[in-house]
């Protein structure tokens, strides 16, 4: 009897959590997606205006606080394993038309989020989104509600109340639907690779890139979501800011290109220079090649670990490499409703 009453409990509470669905008391309210069927390509309704007391005298919300006291929150408290780029969180800090919002807790910072405007082609129509980036909360404080703060700051601070948002969650799923689910991978550099022999792999000039870039708007155009750059941006990126990074493999037959960004990670006992790559670009007869050509480039190049996102790239490069599964990812919009993207179908990682 008794193991029957045990079974009897466990079956109950298998079905309350299976019907019973948790409150989320903000995201419950918002206009975001819950259901895949007849999406619109559309806005949803209106962002909210919120209004909020915080109930720490403390604490201040701050707009463009002092940088370096930033970025040394964010490269210490945004992630455990990730070092934070300067040039690449500078260039997105000062962009036009940027938000950077912090909590400031007797004059020391306790929380940051970040946003700014890109512009989209989805489904061959034109868009403007607002990118959010970098939303973080001290650790020891980060059961307070401050993110939602932090959000509601966001929110309130654009003043087109019908503008769509768009945002990267990293492992963990929010209570409404993605646009988009997909993983990281990883591939660790073997450091005995011959040197002796070029690669065929080098980063492209600024003249090439500029011969090629036409080609690489119609590799772009076939995406169904995409960043749209225009060909000053990409130039600024590349050549002036030196941010982003396009390797090429001067093959004429069967281009390639490979943007990407570096970057620093602690995996294990030890510290990675990472070439984060993007997206990949072009056509190739022989993956395996290319990876093994691009490594070696990039091990002349002192970068000992990639990363690879599952879109923007041939999903090839991935499976025929055996590349490693790093985390899960998923990209969410606020006000605004479209389908379940599929990995080959979004070109977005340069933000």
């Known amino acids: 009897m008794e193991i029957l009453f045990l079974l009897f409990v466990i079956l109950i509470l298998i079905i309350t959590i299976y019907f019973i669905k948790p409150k989320h008391l903000f995201w419950d309210y918002q206009p975001v997606m819950r259901s895949y069927d007849n999406y619109t390509n ?21 707009n463009d606080y002092d940088y370096e006291k930033i970025y040394n929150f964010i490269n210490n408290e945004f992630s455990e394993n990730l070092y934070i780029n300067n040039d690449f969180f500078k260039y997105h800090h000062d962009l036009s038309g940027a938000l950077n919002i912090s909590l400031v807790k007797n ?3 306790i929380g940051f989020i970040h946003s700014h405007p890109v512009k ?8 403007v989104f607002y990118y959010v980036d970098f939303l973080c909360i001290k650790k020891e404080l980060r059961t307070n509600d401050l993110a939602t703060l932090l959000i509601c700051s966001i929110l309130n601070s654009v003043s087109n ?3 769509p948002f768009l945002f990267k969650r990293d492992s963990v799923k929010l209570p409404f639907l993605p646009i988009l689910k997909s993983k990281y ?11 002796k022999v070029d690669s065929s792999f080098n980063l492209i000039t600024k003249e090439v890139f500029k011969e090629n870039y036409k080609l690489i708007e119609n ?16 130039n600024n990126v590349l050549f002036e800011k030196q941010i982003i990074k396009c390797y090429f ?3 004429k037959q069967y281009p390639l290109f490979i943007f990407g960004k570096n970057n620093k990670l602690d995996w294990g006992s030890k510290t990675y220079n990472t070439f984060d790559i993007d997206f990949i670009l072009g056509d190739s007869i022989d993956l395996k090649k290319d990876r093994l050509e691009l490594n070696k480039q990039l091990l002349k190049d002192n970068y000992n670990f990639v990363t690879i996102p599952a879109v923007g ?4 490069y991935i499976i025929m490499n055996n590349l490693e599964v790093a985390n899960n990812y998923y990209y969410y919009t606020y006000n605004f409703s479209t389908k379940l993207l599929k990995n080959s179908e979004i070109c977005f990682n340069i933000n």
Do not use: C
């Open 249 to 251: 493999n001067y093959n």
């Open 313 to 316: 790239v041939n999903i090839n």
């Open 219 to 234: 590799y772009l155009n076939q995406f169904y979501f995409r960043r749209k750059f225009t060909l000053e941006e990409l």
């Open 42 to 62: 559309n806005i949803i309704g209106l962002n909210g205006s919120f209004k909020f007391n915080i109930n720490d005298p403390t604490i201040n919300i701050k």
């Open 185 to 195: 991978h990883y591939d660790e550099i073997n450091e005995e690779l011959d040197l």
């Open 161 to 163: 109340k019908e503008q």
């Open 107 to 109: 004059n020391e910072i």
């Open 120 to 127: 989209i082609v989805l489904d061959k129509k034109d868009l």
